[in-house]
């Protein structure tokens, strides 16, 4: 990843220092918006359809893995004690568990009047960001206490957390209750949508970044040319493994699917934040100042509360409309869960101050 660097003693950022971050945060969750009305509204045709594999892609890479990556960047400039990451920790967790179950309102309702058969447990207990989220922070909270500032302990379990993932996936199939339990930590389960095995790796990826660009200033005066040549090396990677890494990202079930990938997919999404971020971070001052941009970047700095707002409208539409919604009429519940969540979050604000 290339966020810009803390500001030197003396020094003044263009925009802000985490401007890059927070563009990258709210492009994130316009991608994740389009991505969830696919899953919960088009129909299997659309869903199927080349269309459909663009959108599951923009609803992969660039979501999910820059979320949790920016958060461990975040983290690793935090200096707060470890009661506060737990507590913190287990705020998110118990969060999480609270938006799957009003998410779900209208599903549970049929349920409780006998007009579903589904299982409720699965909606309440998935294994979704904010536990995930929840539980990475409590586990980062204990790891600084021995690694501190080291770069390369968090590069390596990073690495370490995603080897196991797949065949986690496939042959650790828990049971009973186990399973609910179970599914937020090494999957097994068709609700267990972000693990730690693999995702908690990209928060260790983002912590160990955090810790490399703070102590190794060949990396910030690494130049334009430098700086150059790694873009294209990794845009290099990305291209020549697009094919194959699309199917990756397209396949939501099962061992070596996108929940439950594997090191080398780890590797081509690292590729592609590399390029991704170091060319965002390129962007003009003038730039991020225009209107659609400071809108773009306001949703990055807001991204839990809209997250939350969008789930909530997307989780109770979709029993009402699961999978019947052509492409157009798809573009239209875009159109309005975007604004709807977007003014929700004006008012939220305004409400607080």
Known sequence: MALNPPAESGTTTRVSRDATADLLKGVAVLLMIQVHILEQFATSDLYDSFLGKISLFLGGPACAPIFMAIMGFYLSRSHKSLKAFMVRGCVLFIGGIALNTVRSAHLLILVLTDRSDADPWRYIFGADILPLAGLSIVIIGFLRLVWRKNFL??????????????????????????IYILSFITGGSAWSYFPLFPWLAYVLLGYAFGNFICHNTWYIKAGKQKELLIVISALVVFAAGFPWALEITTNLEGALGYYHHGFLYFLWVLCFMLAYTALTNRIPEEQLEKPVARFIRWMGVNVTFLY?????????????????????QSIGWLVVVTSITALAGRAFIHLKT
């Open 153 to 178: 302990p968090w590069l390596l379990l990073s690495f370490l957390v995603v080897l196991p993932s797949p065949w986690l996936t496939e042959h650790f199939q828990p049971t009973g209750l186990s």
């Open 308 to 328: 939350v707002i969008q789930w909530l409208i997307i989780g109770n539409l979709a029993p009402a409309i699961y999978k019947t919604q052509n492409l157009f």
